[in-house]
């Protein structure tokens, strides 16, 4: 059975950092991606990378504050995240898709098969 679990969510100050982790247990995945959810909002793409090579893809609204990675001996893919701004507020989701080979981050949520839980993360200002 396949689950993606997340954690690491909490309340920050504007200006503060924190790592959310996503652990994938049951199979691996070509890439891995995180997406967000703001209260009255659509889930949107916040970060995605492709396991094998470590490529990494952002949304404009995080790059250059947000960092994706991944542990191949944890199966895990982690979001380090700084400079943390108030509309950063939203739950936070990790997302792997069934097929396997991708050779490219997918960024919209029909390319996911698989969906953790999700974690709240809220910024204050």
């Known amino acids: 059975q396949v689950q993606l679990a997340e954690s690491g969510g909490g309340l920050v100050q504007a200006g503060g950092s924190l790592r959310l982790s996503c652990a994938a247990s049951g199979r691996t995945f070509s890439t891995m991606a995180w997406f967000r959810q703001a209260l009255g909002k659509e889930r949107e793409f916040v970060a995605g990378?492709?396991?094998?090579?470590?490529?990494?893809y952002y949304a404009d609204s995080v790059k250059g504050r947000f960092t994706i990675s991944r542990d191949n001996a944890k199966n895990t893919v982690y979001l380090q995240m700084s400079s943390l701004k108030p509309e950063d507020t939203a739950v936070y989701y990790c997302?792997?898709?069934?097929?396997?080979?991708?050779?490219?981050?997918?960024?919209?949520?029909?390319?996911?098969?698989?969906w953790g839980q999700g974690t709240q993360v809220t910024v204050s200002s």
């Open positions: 997302a792997a898709p069934k097929q396997t080979g991708l050779t490219i981050v997918r960024r919209t949520e029909s390319g996911y098969d698989y």
């Open positions: 990378i492709r396991w094998s090579t470590g490529t990494t």
